[in-house]
Every structure is written in C-alpha cells, then in structure tokens.
C-alpha cells in the first residue's frame, strides 16, 4: 500500500516578469493565490497569503538574504524553506518544487 506522490506541473509566469524586490502574484481558480519570488538566477513558488493574517506577500519587500516580509506586521519568511524568519509569523508558509523550462517557471502543485 503506498501513496504515491502525483505530481502535477503548472506553467505559472515568464523569469522576465518576476522581479528580485517583489514577488509575482499568481491568482488561481478556486485556491489560494501563489507567490514567484527570484533570487539571483533561482527561482521560488510560495504561497502567497502570510500564516498570520489575510496579507499578500507579493506585497512585502524580498531580502536579499532570501527573506520575504509581511506587509501586514512585518513579519518575514524564508522564501526558500517557507520557514517563518521574526516575529509575528511562526507558522511555514507553503512552498512547491520549481523548475525553469524555456523561460518560465513552473510549479509542482502536487495534488494527491
Ligand atoms: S499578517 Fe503577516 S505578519 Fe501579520
């Protein structure tokens, strides 16, 4: 008996797009929205909406340290873990496996 993974691969938004200051917001049909963030030449797909409350990251600053804050409380989350990095956040963000194919990130939505 195993529950194997599904993986399901989803073409979110062009690298030319996403900046290194902000995150790219991704709106989705009947989910929560998803955040692309970039740091150098890497990519990264959160969610978008903060553990702590109803903000939208993709409207917070990127750190070049790999730290996303809240725009809300000022909270901060490493875009790479989904770790929550100061207070008030304390609880992990969502993250999803990235890969970059022809100049667009896509995202693993991995839905059993
Ligand atoms: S809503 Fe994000 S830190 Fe409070």
């Given at each position: 008996m195993g529950c194997a993974e599904k993986e399901i691969w989803v073409k979110l938004i062009s690298c030319d797009e996403v900046e290194?200051?902000?995150?790219?917001?991704i709106e989705r049909n009947g989910a929560p929205p998803l955040a692309v963030f970039r740091l150098g030449a890497e990519f990264f797909v959160t969610d978008d909406t903060c553990t702590?409350?109803?903000a939208s990251l993709c409207d917070g600053e990127v750190f070049p340290n790999g730290e996303v804050s809240c725009p809300y409380h000022g909270g901060t989350f490493d875009i790479r873990s989904g770790a929550p990095c100061k207070y008030p956040c304390s609880v992990p963000i969502k993250i999803y496996k990235v890969r970059v194919?022809?100049?667009f990130v896509w995202a693993d939505l991995e839905q059993a």
């Open positions: 290194e200051d902000f995150g790219a917001k702590h409350g109803e194919i022809d100049g």
